[in-house]
């Protein structure tokens, strides 16, 4: 009896103490490294604005990598959201490779390299 007094101690304890950590909704940390700027993207977004800018340079374009780039200082992008891209495009069966960097929502530089 003594020992299922003490487990269910123990469980209620690591059940109350798990919630105390994990159960809360945001913290003020989480809302100050959130970047709500408006020119931030996902890499979603990010893709579908570099997309156009590779079929237009070759309608073959595939989406071979995506990246953020920033160099923030502090951390941030913890909601999924950067300032910098950079998004490579190949062509299946060649060597030819697209390059679009996008800063601050928009395309910035594009680069091809065959």
């Known amino acids: 009896m003594k020992r299922f007094i003490v487990i269910s101690v123990i469980v209620l304890s690591l059940f109350t103490l798990t919630f105390n950590v994990y159960g809360k909704e945001t ?3 989480e809302k100050r490294e959130s970047s709500n700027s408006k020119l931030s993207l996902t890499l ?7 997309q156009n800018e590779a079929l237009k340079w070759n309608k073959e374009a595939m989406l071979f990598n ?3 780039v920033d160099r923030d200082e502090a951390q941030a992008g913890m909601d999924g959201r950067r300032k ?8 299946p ?3 030819d490779w697209y390059v679009v ?14």
């Open 93 to 95: 069966g060649k060597t």
């Open 44 to 50: 979603k977004e990010a893709i579908e604005i570099a």
């Open 66 to 68: 995506g990246s953020s």
């Open 27 to 29: 913290t003020e940390n």
């Open 101 to 114: 960097t996008i800063r601050d929502g928009k395309v910035w530089k594009k680069n091809a390299f065959t």
């Open 84 to 91: 910098h891209w950079n998004i490579q495009f190949g062509i």
